[in-house]
């Protein structure tokens, strides 16, 4: 057992980096583990032991050649890998998330608004005790590095040993290519050092020019207007409309004209969540979104937002909730309900017959689901009122989740009641979430685990529509998706395009 001396060999120094990294930050890992496979069998025991010494063996080779190379950035990088390490367990023990690209994607484009809601306590000791403290070791220790001959010996040893060991254990790489992704994405630190490297290449591609879509047509002048309001981890199954026990839709049930819908999210996150709500079909490309498509179209197209991650949009009128807080009055002002500020105004003022409204809302983001409502809100006590849920009772943190879904239920009501007063027009309103939530069930927090192995609450989302008297009629639709958006709003304001599928179509 190696003891913390000041002066270390670079092969015990590696060494000891790697059983620290392992022992702090290798626990969600083996879990996984454990509960994926027969860990009592002869097979469930060697795919264990390969884990273990592959792990040690791949992380002290990693930490060798970067030292071998320059001990000063070794010692930055090592430094930096612990305390992200220590940051990324946190929340991988606390909310159950995978360190994938998706969830990648989701911490670099969080607001700081967003992000200072996960500040705690807990999260200092983590940072702390296993980043702060093995860093001031990783600064002290001076590290005395081998001969380019001993390099050259070790680095061709450890190589052969990792390759004998991989083909030794050929027949499980079945296991570990179906378990490939959540492995990845708990390995500390390659989990994000390779995810970050392939977010940013797949964000270079997708920043390459949008690919247009075929010219469209207005086909008539009758004034017509959409308002798509895209909600935010919101899961059907709470939602009173969908036969929830408890009346989280006091206002929307006596509302004529509501009709929900089954609907499933093509992900568990929101930039792939709000991409797919406004895309014309499934597809990796940068094709025209739909506001893009309508402005491009002659359509006016107004988009308000609290929220981000939706792909880039091109249009005038792109409002966030700060330029409208200013001629905001009232409690609500703080809360999504600042995206209502003048709407009725703003399409009584507009001089185009086609208008699609989308409001892109935060309401149900956690983790401080009771910070997302105003006070009068509170229809289901008591709440969880703290960042660490698992600290939450599971009843406390469904009714503070509850309480977002009934605020939902007025924000939707409200944009009905302006809808109503605007005679002159034929008017729907459409609300589907981009992905739903987890709320304890299975030990799982939020939403962002793969659609591969996520559970229902995280991809069963509300449909929700509303349309005007003597405006359309609804097919007698079953399931639906995020994609049936785009069609169905072009049918609506009767928008006529090559790329129309009326199949994915909910008006009638």
Same mark, same amino acid.
């Given at each position: 057992m190696f003891t913390l001396k000041n002066n270390l060999k670079i092969t015990h120094f590696v060494l000891l980096m790697s059983c620290l990294n392992f022992l702090f930050f290798h626990l969600p890992f083996f879990t996984f583990v454990f509960k994926n496979l027969e860990y009592k069998s002869f097979s469930g025991i060697s795919i264990i032991i390969s884990l273990i010494i592959l792990m040690l063996v791949l992380n002290a080779f990693v930490f060798y050649l970067i030292f071998s190379l320059s001990r000063r950035v070794g010692k930055f990088l090592l430094v930096l890998f612990f305390c992200i390490n220590a940051i990324a367990v946190y929340f991988v023990n606390t909310y159950g998330v995978i360190i994938d690209e998706s969830?990648? *994607?989701?911490?670099?484009?969080?607001? +700081? *608004?967003?992000a200072s809601s996960f500040f705690s306590l807990k999260l200092i000791a983590y940072l702390v005790l296993f980043g702060v403290i093995p860093s001031i070791y990783i600064f002290k220790v001076k590290i005395i590095k081998d001969t380019w001959k001993k390099f050259l010996i070790t680095i061709s040893l450890t190589l052969i040993f990792i390759l004998a060991l991989a083909f030794a254990n050929a027949s499980n790489w079945l296991w570990i290519d179906k378990n490939s992704k959540t492995l990845g994405g708990l390995a500390m630190p390659w989990s994000y050092t390779v995810n970050i490297s392939l977010f940013y290449a797949h964000e270079f591609k997708k920043n390459q020019k949008e690919i247009l879509l075929p010219n469209a047509i207005v086909k008539n002048n009758e004034k017509s207007v959409v308002v798509l309001v895209i909600g935010e981890s919101a899961r059907s199954q709470n939602f009173s409309l969908y036969g929830y026990d408890k009346n989280t839709n006091p206002l929307l049930s006596k509302i004529t004209n509501v009709f929900h819908f089954n609907a499933i999210s093509s992900a568990t996150y929101t930039t792939a969540g709000v991409k797919a709500i406004l895309d014309y079909k499934n597809t990796d490309e940068l094709y025209e979104i739909l506001p893009n498509y309508l402005y491009r179209n002659n359509v006016e197209v107004i988009w308000r937002t609290s929220n981000w991650g939706e792909p880039p949009v091109h249009i005038k009128n792109y409002q966030k909730e700060d330029v409208l807080r200013p001629n905001c009055k009232g409690e609500g002002c703080g809360y999504d309900e600042v #995206? #209502?500020?003048? &709407?009725?105004?703003?399409?009584?003022?507009?001089?185009?017959?086609?208008? #699609?409204?989308? #409001?892109?809302?935060?309401?149900?983001? *956690?983790?401080?689901?009771?910070?997302? +409502?105003p006070p009068q809100f509170e229809t289901f006590k008591p709440v969880?009122?703290?960042?660490? &849920? *698992?600290n939450c009772s599971k009843k406390e943190l469904i009714i503070a989740y509850d309480n977002t879904i009934v605020y939902t239920d007025y924000i939707l009501s409200k944009v009905i009641e302006d809808l109503k007063e605007l005679k002159d027009y034929k008017s729907t309103m459409l609300f589907v979430s981009d992905h739903g939530e987890s709320l304890g069930e299975k030990n799982l927090y939020m939403h962002g685990i793969p659609m591969s192995i996520a559970p229902k609450e995280q991809y069963e989302i509300p449909f929700i529509v509303w349309i005007s008297d003597n405006s359309r009629q609804l097919k007698a639709n079953k399931e639906l998706t995020q994609y049936h958006v785009f069609h169905s709003v072009l049918n609506f304001l009767s928008i006529e395009s090559p790329i129309y599928d009326e199949e994915m179509n909910i008006f009638k």
């Open positions: 969830m990648i *994607g989701n911490v670099l484009n969080t607001k +700081y *608004g967003e #995206l #209502l500020t003048g &709407l009725k105004e703003q399409i009584r003022a507009s001089t185009k017959n086609k208008i #699609l409204i989308v #409001l892109h809302t935060s309401t149900s983001h *956690g983790p401080t689901y009771s910070k997302k +409502y969880c009122n703290s960042v660490e &849920l *698992g």
